[in-house]
């Protein structure tokens, strides 16, 4: 069974960091891209960032030079590194995965496989 988990998620301060951490489980990473989601109460799911199966990468003008994602094929495992936190970062996380390495996608449709989610709470 295909499964997708985050952890990393909790409570930081305004301008405090956080590492988000995604493993696969039943398949590998090696022919998926990955993106990363957030979801805030009462808003649509939207794109943070996403990297290929070759390492390029994407993210949203909102946390660009703020956030990291990166992965390591081997280890089955995706990382999104959220520095510089703000307030309005405060959202359930998700990462996601497309069936296809050399594409990365902004759009919640063309991801195949989703985690569960992960709080993130950023407030003093």
């Known amino acids: 069974q295909r499964q997708l988990v985050e952890s990393g998620g909790g409570l930081a301060q305004p301008g405090g960091s956080l590492r988000l951490s995604c493993e696969a489980s039943?398949?590998?990473?090696?022919?998926?891209?990955v993106g990363w989601f957030r979801q805030a109460p009462g808003k649509e799911r939207e794109f943070v960032a996403a990297?290929?199966?070759?390492?390029?990468?994407a993210y949203a003008d909102s946390v660009e030079d703020r956030f990291s994602i990166s992965r390591h094929n081997t280890k089955h495992t995706a990382w999104l590194q959220m520095n510089s936190l703000k307030p309005e970062d405060t959202a359930v996380y998700y990462c996601?995965?497309?069936?296809?390495?050399?594409?990365?996608?902004?759009?919640?449709?063309?991801?195949?496989?989703w985690g569960q989610g992960t709080q993130v709470t950023v407030s003093s």
């Open positions: 039943g398949f590998t990473l090696d022919s998926y891209s």
């Open positions: 996601a995965v497309e069936n296809y390495a050399a594409r990365i996608s902004y759009s919640v449709g063309r991801y195949d496989y």
């Open positions: 990297i290929s199966g070759s390492g390029n990468t």
